[in-house]
């Protein structure tokens, strides 16, 4: 009786929970929703500039047309190999050379400043030496990305080796174990989760430094695209400005006509 009781409960947990989560999906899909449409209805009303907003119609648009000449693919596809390679070095790197300050805590101290400076220089402001330093090429780009996460990485992982429990470390050399076995048995399974949690923080960083690389560098990938789209939306509203200039001086032409003289003479500096 007793147990049939706390199956029951055990049901009612697991509903409560499984409704719950549906509770948060919705509600979650529904802010989306609500947010896309909101856009949509101001765009075309008028009530933002869909120039410079667009909206989601135009947005799909857009998309389909360049699913239907493939050029989306080429460019997505370049920037997630470059991700990938660049987060798969960072979480190599940072691994490896947390292990070696973990071993040498003398290392560790040298070390420590530097890691410091150098995780809080402006990763942003690096591209533009890295490109000087690298040329405009793949591999500067694959760096630009792996540079915004690869400091930050290694000071919270060895961080995180230091957060262990000593008494476990001196129960292994107790039994005769060596500093590797240390590591091996203790350290690295007790930062399994923030390895994971440096994971999921690297993968977003990798992707900002990627991006950051293709606005300098780059003729392929999601930063290009990004840059080129903002070169075209400047030359509109210079075609914009021209063609709203050359409407005027050709009204006030009509009538006086030395203006168009001067307006033709002023063209060359725009």
Not at 194 to 204: C, F, L, Q, R, T
Request: proline share 3%; hydrophobic share 50%; aromatic share 12%.
């Amino acid at each position: 009786m007793e147990v049939n009781e706390m199956s029951v409960k055990q049901q009612e947990f697991l509903k409560g929970r499984q409704k719950h989560r549906t509770i948060v999906s919705v509600f979650r899909v529904l802010i989306l929703l609500l947010f896309f449409i909101l856009w949509e209805i101001s765009s075309a009303t008028g009530l933002i500039d869909s120039f410079i907003f667009s909206s989601p119609s135009k947005i799909v648009r857009c998309f389909w047309n360049m699913v239907c000449d493939r050029s989306i693919f080429l460019h997505v596809g370049v920037t997630v190999y470059e991700t990938i390679v660049s987060f798969l070095l960072v979480i190599f790197i940072a691994l490896l050379c947390a292990v070696f300050l973990w071993f040498s805590p003398k290392l560790s101290e040298i070390m420590e400043p530097y890691l410091v400076v150098l995780n809080s220089l402006p990763k942003s402001a690096l591209a533009p030496l890295l490109i000087v330093w690298l040329g405009a090429t793949q591999t500067t780009i694959i760096v630009s990305g792996m540079s915004v996460a690869i400091f930050g990485s290694i000071l919270s992982l060895y961080t995180s080796f230091h957060t262990v429990d000593q008494e476990k470390i001196k129960l292994i050399y107790t039994l005769h174990g060596t500093r590797f076995h240390a590591l091996t048995k203790v350290v690295i399974p007790h930062s399994i989760p923030a390895i994971i949690s440096n994971m999921k923080v690297n993968i977003g960083l990798c992707l900002v430094g990627v991006i950051i690389g293709e606005f300098l560098a780059a003729r392929n990938g999601l930063g290009y695209l990004i840059i080129y789209s903002s070169q075209v939306l400047r030359w509109q509203d210079k075609k914009i400005f021209l063609q709203s200039s050359i409407k005027t001086q050709q009204g006030c032409a009509a009538t006086h006509p030395y203006i168009f003289f001067y307006f033709l003479s002023s063209l060359h500096f725009i």
